[in-house]
């Protein structure tokens, strides 16, 4: 029989305790788990969209500068060209349309600007509110949020543009209703034509419009010309002097126009590229060239320059450059400058007296005419031969495009704008009495005056 020491050699191995297994069992779950979150990560990693960080943070800093335009810019360049006692309705005007505008864009317009539809028009429920986009969800390189933002900015500065052909004469009701019709109707179908992609009716004809010279400007510009008609004349145009009150506010207001002109124009390539540089320098030089356009046909027919001039033709050389900012060269961009400078001057004084329209503070003059100016020229210096980006670009044919896409805008936006009209006529009526625009329409829309004693 085996002996104690023989046992002992012999017996068999001890089996782990229960406290062991479980300390096993756990271990080999956690590593299991792990691995499965990181396989996890990594599959959410590589679904997610890498959007460059460059692109985002120059489209973030476009979206505010063209903010800047709109709350200060455009508020004190309209604010101080009108009389003492209706500068806060100039104000309020701006800023409220701009805000309504956003909750319409929002609400209904991106869908109907951005999704597929007809050449006309996008669906208005695709993306209503929204619908079906998340923080990643992309948009050309860009998170779509962004680029709804951005968008969003264009569509309130467009309609806020069109309310200064008619201030100091118009009921406050009257210009929010004006702006849900005007930016449905008008605007939304000028930017799905033009920028939704090649099934938009002007894009599929190839029009070139980089950043709004049809979509914004000739589009804001005539349907100021036309609510001027709609309004009327203020008491006392033609008979009496009708002067800015604060020739200061106006000035500011075109230096931050400028500024957040670059978040506009150069925004408009949608990245830190190549594209953007070219249309900063673009609005750049084109800008200068109408102040200097501008002075000089003052000096000329008037023996001196005017600070409202100068500032007026900072405006027309950043409208002029605006559909062309990306794809003329400077030179290009130099010669649209001094033509929009030097033609808004006659825009905004032989013209105007010619179509005898009280068009307040000439946004037909330096947008109408700065924009259709911008758009004509483009087809001109797009063309590689003359610095522009396009190669093998026939001058005489994109000229003609050009042309078709002006006279289109003009005529779509001169019905929808007086159908607008009509509709506000009968359901709020358009003016103020006579005895509350003498009054002014600081105290009688908003019970305010912007200057005590």
Known sequence: MPTPSDRQENRPMSLPTPSGVALRALTAAFALSASGAAFAQDAAAAAAPAFDSGNVAWMLTSTLLVLLMVVPGLALFYGGMVRQKNVLSVLMQVLVVYCVVILVWVAYGYSAAFTDGNAFFGSFTEKA????????????????FLFVAFQSTFAGITTALVVGSFAERIKFTAVLLFAVLWVTFAYLPMVHMVWSGEGGFLAHRGVIDFAGGTVVHINAGVAGLVGAYFLGKRLGYGREPI???????????????????????????????????????????????????????????????????GASGAVAGLVGVTPAAGTVGPIGAIVIGL????????????????????DSLDVFGVHGIGGIVGALLTGVFSAQSLGGTEAGLAIGAQVWVQLVSVLFTVGWCAVVTSLAMLVVRLLVGLRVSE???????????????AYEG
């Open 339 to 358: 033509a929009a400078g030097a033609l808004c001057v006659w825009g905004v004084n032989g013209l105007k007296r010619l179509l005898r329209a009280d």
């Open 435 to 449: 005895e509350d625009e003498r009054q002014g329409l600081d105290i009688v829309s908003h019970g305010e005056r």
């Open 243 to 309: 002067k800015p009150h604060s020739v200061p506010f106006t000035f500011v207001g075109a230096s931050l126009l400028w500024v957040g002109w670059f978040g506009f124009n150069a925004g408009s390539a949608l990245a830190a590229d190549a594209s953007a540089s070219l249309a900063m320098l673009n609005t750049m030089v084109a800008t200068a060239a109408g102040v200097v356009a501008w002075s000089l046909v003052e000096a000329i027919a008037k023996k001196r320059p005017s600070a409202l001039g």
């Open 129 to 144: 509110f929204l619908r079906g986009i998340a923080a990643e969800t992309d948009a050309g390189g860009l998170p779509e």
